[in-house]
Structure formats: structure tokens, C-alpha cells
């Protein structure tokens, strides 16, 4: 049986070995432009669906025109894109498994809870330092350039945690590394956005949350076995790895190309990315009207704030991280292991932030494979809906526990609850608000919007992470988690009434969407067409 034969759900949770062959195979093609990857049965699933064009009528041979793309490269090119978010899942993960050793008697550097609260939440102030900067720089000199230099602070972030002797050392290296997770943000699904084709663009903008969850389970899984100064070195090879990739692999995207000039490079990159059989004509006319119609407007911050589209752009996207922030999400991961170890789960704290990663791993790749199918809001809404009833189960059992009812029966519940919580937000708020970062931001303005968009909301996040702590000192863990079940109330109403629908939309039809042009039905555009030649 093939990969074809499979129902994509099953497919979707069961392709982990495929998704690297797909990706080790797009790679290999990268050095030998004469493989030809469709005739692999592995790449089934991801083939285009086929348009048999080659015959007329009478049974007369026509040129092979493929409507859609190869798929081949734009997986490899956007897999190797997201090795950084990867990385970033690193940065993230690492408090869970280092405050137990920073905090212990033994351990050289002295930090105390307040203190280990600054080196958690450090990272989002930090992510204000990287997020404009790279944005704009992405649109001054490319979002390749950027992306790679994205690594030199990562590896700098590492190299003083491994070599720090006192907290304030750690706390410039989580601002360094948080420096980074803002470029990030504000270019990896940027450059995704541009190279892939609408079938699977939200797909592959999946993979960068995809990939941050594979950090984090990369931490989980690792921290609890290795000491302190292992982890740092095994988290800092990571954009070691992520830099060879960027420099051997992807290419510029074909988007900055034309809209510098660079027609012929354009055309080059996107030959590179659909195949040599994939007429390249419709897709660069395409993109450039889209680039003719974003010169009507300078790129400054005064002519932003005047498109309808970008407004509506902002207010979808900062919404969505808003109430991804303030789930909770980066609570947990954080802090999995030390409130695992206050909820007096039967199972162990260490075991259950492995179980908790692993989960998080299979359905955020689930979501990259239904985001297309099923769409963005769909998933958004059975996401958001769900995790307020998990943190309402929570809060209610911690609740009892801190009121002096025994829950000694039901100490599995939260490992249930925070497992069906990580579960179905990877399904949906997870992955799709980095998909949509990529989706609703046009050309002319995509690199300062997502900058000042990612700096409002890591000023949300810096807010909920630094908190945390004292919501547990003045409320305990009952009301704290409450007040998370609540805001994601408040986030599944928010995407009910606001956040549009992008699934199988170009950039310029989402863009139309955004500023309120209704698309003309097909009678009307007919009836207008056969009408003209009359009135000539």
C-alpha cells in the first residue's frame, strides 16, 4: 500500500518518517536538477493533481503544460527554512528542564524563583529588539541574507549560557536569543508565503510552528538525562546546522526579486522551486500586478495606517497572538515540569513533559496537513473552544486541591487535560497565526506590519509570562488557569467574528478580501464581456 491509498488524517499522524524523506530527498535534488521526484511513490501525497492536457479532441498530441508546480523543492526549501524555528523550540523548552538544575543547592549559578521568572520572560522583550529590524532589513536586502544572519545571535545566545557564571549573564543571553525568536517570526513565514504555491502554502507555513514543537520535544526529551552545560552545547549546534542549510539550499524568493528589478533571477527561482515543465508566465504576471499595485503606495508608516487591508491584516494577527499568549501556552511550556509536580500527578512530572511534547509534535503535523483541507478557521475554532474547556477542568481540579478536597481519585486529570490542551492547540491556534502572518500582509508593507505587529505582541507575551508567578502567589493555580480557560473564550469569539477564511486564496485575492472589493460573479463578468463588442 501506498502513501496515496491512505486516508490523509491517518496519513497526516502517521508520515513522520515521510516528511524527513521528503525532505532529505528535496535536498538531494538540489544537487541533481535531472531527478525527477514524482516518479517516487513516496511523494504521493504531496503530488499535484494531475491535468491530462497532452491530447486534443481528435487525439492529436498537445505540449505538457503542468497547471501547478513540482512540489519537491518548495518542501526542502521551506523544511530548511524552519530548522530556525527548530531552534527556537530550543530556546523555549529550555526553562522547563534548567530551573530545576539553576535552583538546586548545587548548582554554580545562584537564582532564585523571582529571578528565574526574569530568564523565562526575558525572551519576548527581546523578540521586540529582533522583530522590526529583521522585517525591514528583510526588505532592504532580501529575506535570504536576513534569514542567515538570523544564526550568528543564536549561536552567541548559547555560548554565554554555557559560560555564565551569574544570572545577569543569563538574563543578556535569553534577550540575545530573544532577539532572534522576533526575526524569526517576523521572516520565516514571510519568505514561506512567497515561495509556495496557494495548494500548500498553508501547509508549509505549518512547519514553522511544526518545527518549534520538535524543540521543544527535542529539550523535553533530552534535558532530564544530560546536565547542565550538555544541554547548552546539544541546544547550540542547532543553528549551526540551520545555517549550512540556508546557505546550500534556499533560494532568494522570487516575491524581493521582481520587486527589485530582477526579473530574470525571479524567473530562475521560480523554475527552481515548480519544475522546468511548470509554465512560469501566469505566476509572474500574477506577481507582478501584484507589485505594480503595492507602488501606489510608498511602504511608510503614514500610508500603512491608511489600507483598509493592512489594518484588518493587523487587527486578524495580532488578535490571534494576543489570545495565543494569553492561553497561556508559553506558561506551560516553561513551567510544565514544576506544575506537574504541584497538580501530584500519579504519572512522573519528567514523563509527562515528554508525553506533553510528543502530542504536541503529531497533532501540529496533523494540522499541516488538514490546514489546507479543512481551512483556517474551522481549525481555530475547534482549537480555541476546546482548550477553554481543558484549562476550565484544570482550574476546577486545582481548585479543589488548594480548598482541601481529595483528588487522589482523579490525579490523571491533568495529564488529561494539559494533554487534550497541547493537542488540540496545535491542531489550530498553534501553527495557523504563523501561517496567516505570511498570508494577510501585502508586499509594500509585509516587512514593517509583521515588525510592529510581532513587538505589540511580545509585549503581550512578556505580560503573561512574567505574571504567572505572581497570579500564583496572590490567586494559586485554581483562579490562574481560570483566567486562561477565559481568554480562550474570548479568542474563539474573536475568530468567530473577525478572522477571515484563506484556504485555496492567492495573495491577491486575500488582499481584495481584506480591503472589502467583492469578487465579480462569473454571469456578470460574462454578461459585461459578451456586451462590449455591441456597444463598440
Partial sequence: MTFENLHPEVGALSSSTYLFVKWFLGIVSTFIPSLEPVKNPLLALSAPPKNDDTTAAGGSALPAIRQEGKKFRQYATALSATVGPFAVGTVLAWMSPAMPMLLSPTSKIKVTPNQGSWVGSLIAIGAIFGSIPAGKCAD???????????????????????????????????????????????????????IAESSIR????????????????????????????????????LPLIWFMLVLLVIPESPMYLLKRGRKEDAEKALVWLRGKDYDIASEMETLQLHIEESKKHTGKFKD??????????????????????????????????????????????????????????????????????????????????????????????????????????????????????????????????????????????????????????????????????????????????????????????????????????SLQEIQDELSGKKKPKAGQSQNATRSQPASA
Fill in 304 to 505: 500603512m495606517i491608511s489600507s483598509r487591508a493592512t489594518i484588518r491584516a493587523a487587527i486578524t494577527v495580532l488578535g490571534l497572538l494576543n489570545f495565543l499568549s494569553c492561553s497561556g501556552i508559553n506558561v506551560l511550556i516553561f513551567y510544565a515540569q514544576s506544575i506537574f509536580e504541584t497538580s501530584n500527578c500519579s504519572v512522573s512530572p519528567k514523563l509527562c513533559s515528554v508525553i506533553i511534547g510528543v502530542l504536541q509534535v503529531i497533532f501540529t503535523f496533523a494540522s499541516s496537513q488538514l490546514v489546507d483541507r479543512a481551512g483556517r478557521r474551522v481549525l481555530l475554532l475547534i482549537s480555541d473552544s476546546v482548550m477553554a474547556v481543558c484549562l476550565g477542568t484544570l482550574a476546577y481540579y486545582f481548585w479543589l486541591q488548594e480548598h482541601g478536597v481529595d483528588v487522589s481519585s482523579f490525579n490523571l486529570i491533568p495529564l488529561i487535560s494539559l494533554g487534550v490542551y497541547i493537542s488540540t492547540f496545535a491542531l489550530g491556534f498553534g501553527p495557523i497565526p504563523g501561517v496567516m502572518i505570511g498570508e494577510l500582509f501585502s508586499p509594500e508593507f509585509k516587512g514593517l506590519a509583521i515588525g510592529i505587529v510581532c513587538v505589540l505582541a511580545s509585549l503581550i507575551e512578556f505580560c503573561v509570562v512574567k505574571t504567572y508567578q505572581t497570579l500564583l502567589n496572590y490567586c494559586d493555580h485554581g483562579i490562574t488557569f481560570a483566567i486562561f480557560a477565559g481568554f480562550c473564550v474570548l479568542g474563539t469569539t474573536f475568530v468567530w467574528f473577525l478572522v477571515p477564511e484563506t484556504k485555496n486564496k
Fill in 202 to 237: 498553508g501547509e508549509l507555513c505549518s512547519y514553522v510552528q511544526l518545527n518549534v514543537t520538535l524543540g521543544i520535544l527535542y529539550v523535553y526529551a533530552i534535558g532530564p538525562f544530560v546536565n547542565y552545560y550538555s544541554l547548552a552545547i546539544m541546544c547550540g549546534i
Fill in 140 to 194: 532592504m536586502f532580501g529575506r535570504k541574507p536576513v534569514i542567515l544572519c538570523l544564526t550568528i545571535p543564536f549561536i552567541t545566545s548559547w555560548t554565554i549560557i554555557y559560560f555564565a557564571t551569574d544570572v545577569w549573564m543569563l538574563y543578556v543571553a535569553r534577550l540575545i536569543a530573544g532577539s532572534c525568536l522576533g526575526g524569526i517570526t517576523a521572516t520565516v513565514p514571510m519568505y514561506i508565503g512567497e
